[in-house]
């Protein structure tokens, strides 16, 4: 005798949503990391969860410096200008300028297309291994 069954597609909404729950989890742990550590542990932690976007930086944009990816990380994480002259320890009219020296190099007509740019370089994979304790 079945007391419970559990369809395919429950056990399919159970893993999106864990997915789900599970990547924003990271996500916040990446904006923890830009806030309160190290330039070099922000970015190893945001390549290990996000190696398709870094790649395609480093590799359809050669002449980007470990400063721009660093930039184009905060970006893709959706931090705004003045949260990104704070992490960076710049100001608002330095950090509106790389902005703006971003978006030209990369043929981008509005701010916006630049974080919708972000948003969906390298979107295919979430890697979610979690190596860093957020308290």
């Known amino acids: 005798m ?12 159970l ?3 864990e997915d789900n729950f599970l990547i924003k989890i990271r996500l916040m742990e990446l904006r923890h990391l830009a806030l309160n ?7 190893f932690e ?17 002449d980007f410096n470990s400063m ?16 990104i002259a704070s992490i ?5 009219r330095a950090a509106e ?3 703006y020296r971003i978006r030209k190099r990369l043929g981008l007509e509005t701010p916006s297309d630049l974080y919708e740019f972000m948003e969906t370089l ?7 291994r979690s190596s860093v304790n957020v308290a």
């Open 2 to 13: 079945i007391i419970y069954s559990t369809t395919d597609k429950d056990l399919n909404t």
């Open 15 to 17: 893993a999106i949503n």
């Open 37 to 43: 550590s190290s330039n070099s542990l922000f970015i």
């Open 46 to 62: 945001f390549i290990n969860t996000f190696p398709e976007f870094a790649t395609a930086i480093r590799t359809g944009f050669a």
């Open 68 to 83: 721009d990816l660093k930039f184009c990380a905060l970006l893709k994480l959706g931090f705004s200008t003045v949260e």
């Open 88 to 92: 960076t320890n710049s100001s608002m």
């Open 97 to 99: 300028s790389r902005k």
């Open 122 to 128: 390298g979107q295919d994979t979430v890697h979610i």
